[in-house]
């Protein structure tokens, strides 16, 4: 018998992602780059063995698929693709489908759609957000692609996809690039996420003193309230933790530099590049880069020891609540910034993301889930396109914690504790909520440097300052 679908790389990712489709009933034809992985892969598949089939050549994997065939590619993002795509072509036909389930960058994505030709199968660039966990017993899936081509491969997705209250997270976002640009700001947010949430670790490490087991008890606290998502349950977990090896937390005994693909860092440049705010996912960006350079703040640290800075002022418990709305605001604004991006790319685009649908299929799988998004996509229903801090339910919340997040910013910065992503939702907020900027002066200057011109309030036309008149 046929396999359903085809799934190529059984790294971490695909082999999970496999085994996810076998136990789902659907049949599956693999096959790995090393082939000595698909052997491995088969041989520890147990039970799921009569749902797999092990194919040694790209040839034998399009002969074992029932046409048309879709076949998902889980390798390495980048020229892997091209490589498998180009290698992959000869024993396709015009109907089938290439699923790229990788971290693409939306720019290939839609480069790869156009450089098929009339009689290439179709593509279709999917992101797949969960880690080993997620692929295996349920992803969130964003799909870029044509409705002819989900209708085709929803059946599988809607199976392996994780599910929140009995629906699934898989869905069809948009043409072409939109399911991988999806996936990056998806890993923006989750950088910025992050980064807030290691900061108010650093708030209680180094402000209040608290040891790792302290502030795992705090997180597993937060967790059962408004702050209830996978990333907080899953850093008290990593506090409590213990190292083997020495006895310490095991927080304690990493080396404080964080690594990065990229996906954060395009989220990023593609905010910038659309003109649209995403500060908190810069900020988070920047931290991890910063975070890099260990020598050079060991070095800084020697060369500005002693500078006074002030102590945290408040007592502990309170502000340790604080702490808790604080990081709730400061989330708002992130995601708030995040799903903007969303709906810029989408206009420049023209791919209509669906942003309550793109809440939706977060609230499960992935590793941004939480409630909080079934509120986010709440919001966004009926008003799509509208900055979340202008949705009634969010500008109610912010205004019951936006002061707790400048009282931790504020305090923080008194006492030399950096904060930036915070600082940057912080001021994002207060930017967006001025009605009067101070941007005039900034036109001012253009102008009177470059002749760049102005706009009056209340008048059409460009106007000049009187800059070179004397005064
Ligand atoms: P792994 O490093 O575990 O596996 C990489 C796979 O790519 C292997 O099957 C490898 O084959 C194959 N491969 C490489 Br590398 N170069 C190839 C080439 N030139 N031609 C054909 N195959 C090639 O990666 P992973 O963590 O499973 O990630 C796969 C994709 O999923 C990436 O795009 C990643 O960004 C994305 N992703 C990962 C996660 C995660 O949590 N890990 C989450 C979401 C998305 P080999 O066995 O022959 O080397």
Redesign the pocket.
Known sequence: QQADIGL???????ANLALNIAENGYRVAVF???AA?TREFYEEAGSLKEQIIPCETLEELAKNIRAPRPIIL????G??VD??VAALKPFLAREDIIID????NFHDTVRRLAELGPNDPTFVGMG?????EGARHGPSIMVGGTPESYARIEPVLTAISAKYQGQSCSALLGPDGAGHFVKTIHNGIEYADMQMIAEVYGVLRDGLGLEPAAIGKIFEKWNAGPLNSYLVEITAKVLLAVDRKTGKPAVDVILDSAGQ?GTGRWAAIEAQMLGIPATGIEAAVAARSISSLVSQRGEASKAYSGLETAKLSDDSTAFVDALEQGLLAGKIAAYAQGFDVMAGASKEHGWNVPLATTARIWRAGCIIRSQFLDQIADAFEGSEGKNLLLAPAFVERMKSTSQSLRKVVAEAALAGLPVPALAAALSYFDSFRQARGTANLIQAQRDFFGAHGFKRIGEEGDFHGPWSEPA
Not at 74 to 77: G, P, R, S
Not at 128 to 132: L, R
């Open positions: 190529i790389g059984l790294g971490v990712m695909g790995n780059r090393t992985k889980m390798v390495k993002a020229e892997a490589e498998q389930a990788g971290n693409a797949v957000s969960g880690g080993e693909k």
